[in-house]
C-alpha cells in the first residue's frame, strides 16, 4: 500500500468533502468538515488542500500553509509568518487505525521539507485528541507549551 499526497482539483473534491471521521469525533469537534476547509482555502489562499490517498482511494484529507507575511485575519492569533501550519488533518472513520494518519503525516512533512526556506512545522489538537497526540509524538512534533483556542500547540523543527 502506498501513501501519497495529491491536490484537491476538480476531479477530487466531491469524493474529499465525502470524507469524514467517525460521529464521536465529528460530536467532539476535532476537526471541521472537509467543505468548510475547502471554503477556507478559496478565501485564504495560503492553505494548501491534499486528499491522503492509499494506493487509488482516498482516504483521507489534510490542509497545510505557510503563513504569509501580510493578509492575515487576526483572528488567526497563532499566526508566525514564514513557519507552516498543518490547520486540519483528518483519516475518514472507514479507514483509521491502519497507519494511513502515520504515512500521510510523513508524506506532508517530506514535502514540507522539500520547499525552500522551510524551518518549522506547528499543529494543534484537542487535549482530549490522545490518538493525534500519539501520531504527532511519533512524527517528532513537541508540545510548546502554548495553547491555540483551547488546543495543544505543538511544533516540529525541520
Ligand atoms: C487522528 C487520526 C488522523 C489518526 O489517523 P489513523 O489513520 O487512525 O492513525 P494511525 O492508524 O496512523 O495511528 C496513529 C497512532 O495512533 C495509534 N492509534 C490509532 N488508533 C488508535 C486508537 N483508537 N486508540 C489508541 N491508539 C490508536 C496507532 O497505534 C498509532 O500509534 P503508533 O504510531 O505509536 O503505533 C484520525 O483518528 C482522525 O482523523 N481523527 C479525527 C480528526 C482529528 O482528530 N484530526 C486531528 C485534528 S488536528
Redesign the pocket.
Known sequence: MTITLRPITGDNWIECIALA??EE?QRIG??SPNQLSLAQAYAERWWQPYGIYADETI??FVLYGRWPATGVSPHHTAAEPGVHH?L??????R???????????ERVIEQIKAEPGAHAIT????PS????A??CA?AGFEPTGRLIDD?IEARLSI
Open positions: 471521521p467517525t469525533q476535532f476537526v482516504v483521507g498543518v486540519r488533518f483528518m483519516i475518514d472513520a479507514y483509521q487505525g491502519r497507519g494511513y494518519g502515520r504515512a500521510g503525516m499543529i494543534s489538537y484537542d485528541n490522545t490518538v493525534m500519539r501520531l511519533g488546543e
